[in-house]
C-alpha cells in the first residue's frame, strides 16, 4: 500500500502536540495531560511498569461511584477524516466512551485492541495491561474541538488512557513510539529493532512480492498433482505459510492491507486463517467476524498470498451446560454428535456461501481459498478418548451408535461378546442397545500388554472409530462440494495419537479421505510454570534448548503419505526458549530436502512486529526478520528434496487388526542410539526404522501397496554415529548434531545454523562463514536465481537471538533460569560478529547494508581481499547485507 503525503496539519492546544512525519499530518495527546479530569488513581491499579508508556505515565481510575471523565482541548488546521486510535486499558472488562464536542457519547469496541501488553509491576495477569484501539474515523471541521473520555465499566468504572492518536493517514501502532520515532533502547550487546512503518516503495533492495502471483486464484484453483500442489496454470508451488487467528478481528481493514504486503514482502504465499465465526458460547454466527474474514481475505488476495479456512477447533466452543458449568472442551462430539455436527455444517454454510462484499463471491467460490480444513487437533485416537470428556447423555449416544454397528457386524450384542472371549464393561448396556467404548490408553501397545484379553474387543472398537472418523470426513467433504459449491481443496485434520505405532498410520487413513495430510509440530521443552502451556510469565523457570542437539522431540521428522500433497499447518519453537533463530533456516532447509508442500508459521499477532512477549511469537527480529532468505529458499527449490529413503507399504485390514508400522516418528536423541537398522533390502519392515532415517532423506507410507513391497535404502554411509553427524542423501545438507551445527551448501545457497560461535570457520563451496556469536544462523542466497557463483544480487542473511529490552532472567545471559522481568518494547537482537568470505572477484562489486525493512542504508561495511575470495565483515546492526555485481 502507498500512502498519499498530501495532507494539512492539525493543530492541539494545550494537551500534546503537533507533528509531523513524512509529510503526513498527525496529533499525538498523552492521557495525563487533560485540562481537567475527575480520575482517581488507585495505589494496585497504577502499580504499572510505567516504561511501557508513552510520556512515562497514564491517566488511570479505580474507584466506586459515577463514572469519571477527561477532557481534551483541541484546534484543528485542516477539516477532514481522521483516524483515530486510543491507547489504553482493555482486558478484564473496562468500558470506555468518547464525545467529540457536543455530539452523542461513542463507546469505543474494545474487542479490538492490538499489541496488547501486561505491565503489571508483579507480573500478574489481572487487569493492568494497556493496549492500542482503533475507534474509527472522525470528522473534524477547522477550529477549536473539545474531546471528552468516559470510563464506565462495572467494576469500579476500572480504566485508563495512555495515549491518543488523530491522524489523516493510516495509522500503524508501534508500542509507546510516535511515527517515525526509535528509542535505541536494548540490553547489553544488543542492538534495537524498532524500524518506522514500511512505506513499501519501489527503492526496497529486498522485496519478495514478486513470487506471487499479481493475484492469488488468477489461473484458478491451486490443486493437488500427485504429491505436491501446482496453481491453476499447472504451475508446481510450495507454500511459506503464516498463521493468523483472532488477530484479524482486533486489526482494521487498513491494517489488514498492511499486514497482507507485509506478508508478501517476506516471502509468504498462503495465510492459515485459523479462528471461529462465532462465540464460545453462542453457535450463532457473528457477523462482523465474517466481514473481517472477508476483507483479510481479499488483501491476502490482492498481495498474491493464497488462504487456508480452519473454522473449527474443540477448544472453541462450549456445546451445552456440562462444557460452560466447568469451561470443557468439546472433545469428540463433531465427529458423531447430531446437534454438533448441525451447528459445524451451518457454520460451514455461512463461512463458504455467503458473498464477500469485497470481491463479489462467497470464499467457497474464490480460487484464492485454497484449503479448507475440517478440524484442528482432534481426535478418536488422541489421549482425550473417553467418557470423562463427553456429557453422559450425548456419550450414550455414542454408545447406541456403537452398539448398532456390532449388531450389524455380529447379529446380536451377546454374540459379540462371545466373539471377544466374555469380556465385558460395568458399563456395557446390552438390552438397551448400548456398548461401552474403552478410552485411549486400552488402544495402545501399552494396553494390550497390560490387558492382552481385551484385544478382540479393541480390534473392533478401533475398526469402529476408524470409519466413524473417515465417514465424517467424507460427509464433511460432500457437503462442502454440493451445499457449498466448493471446489478447491480440503484437508481433515492434523492431530497426533497415542500410540505413534497402531493408531497414527490409521489416523493418517482417516485423512486420506481428503485432498491434503496436515500435521502439527513444536519445539517447546523445560519450559515450566502456571499456565505456562500459553503463556509467558514472571516467575516461570525454563531452558534454551536447540533442535539441532536432537536431544528432545522435534517438530522436523514426519511421514509423507503417498499420492497426496504433506503440509506442516503449524511449526514453532515458542517462548522463552532464546535458540528461535534456527526456526526458519531448519523448517525451510529440512522442508525442503523431505518434500513438505506447505509450512505454516504460528503465528502471527500484529501487523507489524510484536511488542510484548507471548508464548507463540512469529513477528520477532529473528523470525519474521528470518523470511527474506528462507522463504527464497524453500519456495524457489534452492535445497534438493531428497530421494525416499524408506517407502512402507502398509495394508488397511493389518492397521484395523493392530499390526501396526515400525516407522514412527518418536523423540530423536535416544532413537539415534538404537541398534544398527538392516538397511539395503526389500519387503515387510519388521523392525524399528532409524530415526536418522529422517533427516537423510524423505520417508514415504502407502496404503495402497503390499507389506512385502516396501523398500528401506542403505543409509549406513550417511551416519557417522561416533562423530554425531547425518548427512543426507543428496550430500547438501550436513546435520552436526554433536557440536550443534547444520550446514546448507547448494550452488544457490549456503549456510549455517547453530553454536558457530565454538566451530571456528565453516567452510562450504563458494562461501566461509566466521561467527563470534555463540547460537546464531548465516545463510547466503541468490537474490536471482542464479547460482552464487554467477548471481549479481546475493542476500547475506544473519540472525542471532532476540529478546525485549529489559528481559532479565536468573542467569546473567538470559537465556535460562528464573523469569525476572519481561521487558518491553522494543525488541532487541544480539549484536552480529560475523564475517563471509564468497568466492568471487571482488571488481565490479558493491556492497550495501540494508535496515529491518529490506532498505539500503549509508552504513559502512567492511570489504577485502582474502584468501578464497571477497571478506565481508558485516555490519553489527544489519541483518541483511546485499552484495551487487
Known amino acids: 500500500m502507498r500512502l498519499s503525503r498530501s495532507v494539512g496539519l492539525a493543530v492541539l492546544l494545550l494537551a500534546g502536540a503537533s507533528l509531523t512525519w513524512g509529510g503526513q499530518a498527525y496529533v499525538w495527546v498523552e492521557g495525563e495531560d487533560a485540562v481537567a479530569h475527575t480520575m482517581q488513581r488507585h495505589n494496585w491499579y497504577d502499580s504499572v511498569k510505567k516504561e511501557n508508556l508513552s510520556g512515562g505515565e497514564w491517566l488511570s481510575h479505580f474507584a466506586a461511584g459515577a463514572p469519571p471523565t477527561a477532557d481534551y482541548r483541541l484546534s484543528i488546521g485542516e477539516e477532514g477524516v481522521y483516524h483515530f486510535w486510543i491507547r489504553a486499558n482493555s482486558v478484564a472488562g473496562p468500558r470506555l466512551s468518547y464525545q467529540m464536542d457536543d455530539g452523542p457519547w461513542v463507546e469505543v469496541d474494545l474487542d479490538r485492541a492490538v499489541e496488547n501488553i501486561n505491565i503489571a509491576v508483579d507480573g500478574k495477569p489481572d487487569m493492568r495491561f494497556i493496549s492500542w484501539i482503533n475507534a474509527g474515523t472522525v470528522s473534524l ?79 484458478g484453483y491451486v490443486r493437488a498433482k500427485d504429491n505436491g500442489f501446482v496453481l491453476g496454470d499447472g504451475q508446481p508451488v510450495k507454500f511459506w505459510v503464516a498463521n493468523a487467528g483472532g488477530v484479524i478481528h482486533r486489526l482494521d481493514h487498513d491494517s489488514h492491507v498492511v499486514l497482507a504486503r507485509n506478508l508478501a514482502k517476506r516471502g509468504v504465499n498462503m495465510v492459515r486463517l485459523h479462528g471461529g465465526i462465532y462465540s464460545s458460547r453462542n453457535p450463532t454466527v457473528d457477523t462482523r467476524k465474517l466481514d473481517n474474514i472477508h476483507h483479510f481475505v481479499r488483501a491476502l488476495k490482492q498481495e498474491g498470498i493464497y488462504t487456508k479456512l480452519s473454522f473449527y477447533f474443540p477448544a472453541w466452543f462450549r456445546l451445552d451446560p456440562w462444557h460452560t458449568e466447568q469451561d470443557r472442551w468439546c472433545f469428540m462430539l463433531l465427529f458423531f454428535d447430531p446437534e454438533m455436527q448441525r451447528i459445524y455444517f451451518n457454520w460451514a454454510d ?60 455380529y447379529g446380536t450384542l451377546d454374540k459379540a461378546v462371545a466373539a471377544w472371549g466374555g469380556v465385558a464393561t460395568p458399563d456395557d448396556r446390552p438390552d438397551e442397545g448400548r456398548m461401552d467404548l474403552l478410552d485411549a490408553w486400552n ?27 473417515r465417514g465424517f470426513y467424507q460427509k464433511a467433504i460432500d457437503h462442502f462440494r454440493t451445499s457449498c459449491g466448493y471446489e478447491g481443496l480440503v484437508s481433515c485434520g492434523n492431530w497426533r495419537t497415542a500410540d505413534p505405532g497402531l493408531l497414527e498410520p490409521l489416523e493418517q487413513y482417516c485423512y486420506t479421505a481428503g485432498d491434503v495430510i496436515d500435521h502439527h509440530g513444536y519445539f517447546d521443552h523445560n519450559h515450566k510454570g502456571d499456565a505456562a502451556n500459553w503463556s509467558v510469565r514472571l516467575g516461570h523457570t525454563f531452558t534454551s534448548q536447540s533442535a539441532i542437539r536432537l536431544q528432545y522431540a522435534n517438530p522436523l521428522p514426519y511421514i509423507e503419505i503417498d499420492g497426496h500433497p504433506s503440509i506442516i499447518s503449524e511449526i514453532g519453537w515458542p517462548m522463552p526458549n532464546m535458540y528461535r533463530a534456527e526456526w526458519p533456516f531448519l523448517t525451510a532447509v529440512y522442508g525442503s530436502l523431505s518434500g513438505l508442500d506447505a509450512i505454516g508459521h504460528f503465528s502471527v499477532n500484529s501487523a507489524a512486529w510484536d511488542q510484548g512477549v507471548g508464548k507463540f511469537p512469529m513477528n520477532t527480529p529473528v523470525v519474521l526478520g528470518g523470511f527474506f532468505a528462507t522463504s527464497l529458499l524453500y519456495r524457489n527449490g534452492y535445497v534438493q528434496e531428497a530421494p525416499s529413503v524408506v517407502q512402507e507399504h502398509l495394508a488397511i485390514e493389518d492397521l484395523l487388526a493392530l499390526k501396526g508400522s515400525p516407522v514412527v516418528v518418536k523423540a530423536a536423541m535416544d532413537q539415534l542410539r538404537a541398534d544398527q537398522i538392516p538397511a539395503g533390502r526389500s519387503g515387510r519392515i519388521e523392525q524399528a526404522v532409524d530415526p536418522a532415517a529422517f533427516y537423510v532423506g524423505r520417508i514415504t507410507r502407502s496404503f ?43 550452488p544457490k545457497a549456503q549456510g549455517a545454523a547453530g553454536f558457530l560461535g565454538r566451530v571456528g570457520t565453516v567452510r562450504l563451496a563458494g562461501a566461509a562463514i566466521d561467527m563470534a556469536n555463540d547460537y546464531g544462523t548465516v545463510l547466503v542466497v541468490s537474490l536471482d536465481d542464479q547460482p552464487l557463483a554467477t548471481s549479481r544480487r546475493i542476500l547475506i542473511q544473519c540472525t542471532t537471538i532476540d529478546q525485549p529490552y529489559g528481559w532479565r532472567t536468573s542467569e546473567p545471559d538470559g537465556l535460562a533460569g528464573t523469569i525476572r522481568s519481561l521487558g518491553s518494547a522494543p525488541w532487541g537482537v544480539e549484536r552480529i560478529k560475523a564475517a563471509v568470505t564468497l568466492r568471487l572477484n571482488g571488481s565490479g562489486v558493491r556492497v550495501v547494508a540494508c535496515d529491518e525493512n529490506g532498505y539500503a542504508t549509508d552504513k559502512k561495511t567492511t570489504v577485502s581481499t582474502a584468501p578464497g575470495g571477497l571478506k565481508i565483515d558485516i555490519d553489527e546492526t544489519s541483518p541483511y547485507t546485499i552484495v551487487l555485481r
Open 443 to 469: 488402544m495402545t501397545a501399552d494396553g494390550l500388554r497390560a490387558a492382552p484379553r481385551n484385544r478382540p474387543r479393541i480390534i473392533d472398537q478401533v475398526r469402529f472409530l476408524t470409519e466413524n472418523m
Open 704 to 746: 495402497a501397496g503390499r507389506p512385502n513391497q516396501s523398500h528401506l535404502m542403505d543409509i549406513t554411509t550417511r551416519i557417522d554415529r561416533e562423530a554425531k553427524t547425518i548427512t543426507s542423501a543428496t550430500g547438501e545438507v550436513r546435520l552436526d548434531y554433536g557440536r550443534g551445527l547444520v550446514t546448507v551448501d547448494t
Open 141 to 219: 471541521s477547522t477550529g477549536p474541538h473539545r474531546l471528552t473520555f468516559k470510563f464506565h465499566s462495572p467494576n469500579n468504572n476500572h480504566g485508563a488512557l495512555d495515549c491518543f492518536v488523530l491522524s489523516r493517514e493510516p495509522f500503524m501502532p508501534r508500542g509507546l513510539l510516535k511515527p517515525g520515532q526509535r528509542t535505541g533502547n536494548a540490553n547489553p550487546g544488543y542492538f534495537a529493532w524498532e524500524p518506522p512503518a514500511d512505506p513499501f516503495t519501489a527503492d526496497a533492495l529486498l522485496d519478495l512480492r514478486a513470487l506471487n502471483e499479481d493475484m492469488a486464484g488468477a489461473s
Open 350 to 409: 455461512a463461512l463458504l456461501k455467503t458473498p464477500n462484499p469485497y470481491t463479489g463471491i462467497p470464499l467457497g467460490q474464490d480460487p484464492a481459498v485454497a484449503i479448507v480444513e475440517i478440524q484442528n487437533e482432534d481426535s478418536h485416537f488422541f489421549w482425550t478418548f473417553g467418557k470423562k470428556n463427553v456429557p453422559p447423555d450425548r456419550w450414550r449416544t455414542f454408545q447406541r451408535m456403537y452398539g448398532d454397528w456390532l449388531t450389524k457386524k
